[in-house]
């Protein structure tokens, strides 16, 4: 893998990387991506079919120092999600730096929809946090196993406020948020202006069809980026852009 910019670098190597992709910046939400070069983040209905090598080197990379792992309902009944997010390896490298060895998983549910004997929650190896803006009631919570808490928040007319939960994980020391989508999580997240970072894996491959983009949401939104790190690996670009704000 070699860096493009912000200078141009033959071989980068994962300190490297990490310097990269730090920010000083608290709270910090950095969502991650892959999309064709046409535009599509799916192939088949999952997104790891448009992945690589390097783009599971880099996902890894920033899910390491993250402090909690974000990601909506839908992608995780998608994608799975269950048992330790990051590897033996990385649960060393947290644990040397003070980190828990494992994020914080959080899961962004509008209807609950997460059951409490689901896998991922069972097999989670730390605390999970359960975001909603369904009505929850005492019952509800006795549910759920004791590593797994379920936080209300306001409904935005979206689904649960992205500025209620980032101020939720703020206030829990949570600051460094790795978020991993999908579409209408992003979506919201745009909207509600709570995006710091963005992290696109361009695949260099047309997928046409009627695939979903990165972001979904009821109406366009318009936020400003910079193009801060741009590394290519096999044809595929990896880039990250920073928030204007």
Do not use: K
């Amino acid at each position: 893998m070699r860096a493009l910019l912000p200078q141009p670098i033959d071989h980068v190597d994962d300190e490297y990387l990490l310097s990269r992709y730090a920010s000083t910046r608290r709270p910090f939400v950095r969502f991650n991506f892959v999309s064709s070069v046409d535009g599509s983040a799916q192939l088949g209905g999952l997104s790891a079919a448009l992945g690589s090598d390097g783009d599971q080197r880099i996902f890894n990379l920033l899910r390491r120092p993250a402090q909690v792992v974000l990601v909506g309902s839908g992608t995780v009944h998608a994608e799975g999600y269950a048992g330790p997010l990051v590897s033996d390896a990385d649960q060393a490298w947290r644990t040397a730096r003070g980190l828990g060895a494992h994020p914080v998983l959080a899961i962004v549910s509008y209807h609950l929809s997460i059951a409490p004997d689901a896998e991922v929650l069972t097999s989670s190896p730390g605390p999970v946090l359960l975001y909603t803006c369904e009505q929850v009631t005492g019952q509800q919570r006795d549910s759920y196993p004791e590593h797994v808490q379920l936080v209300q928040v306001a409904d935005n007319g979206q689904g649960p406020d992205p500025a209620q939960i980032v101020a939720d994980l703020d206030s829990r020391g949570l600051q460094a948020i790795h978020a991993e989508g999908g579409p209408h999580i992003f979506g919201q997240f745009v909207a509600a202006g709570q995006v710091d970072s963005l992290c696109v894996s361009y695949s260099p491959v047309l997928a046409a069809g009627a695939g979903s983009r990165i972001a979904r949401s009821q109406s366009e939104q318009q936020r400003s980026l910079t193009l801060h790190t741009l590394l290519e690996e096999d044809s595929m670009l990896f880039a990250e852009y920073r928030a204007d704000r």
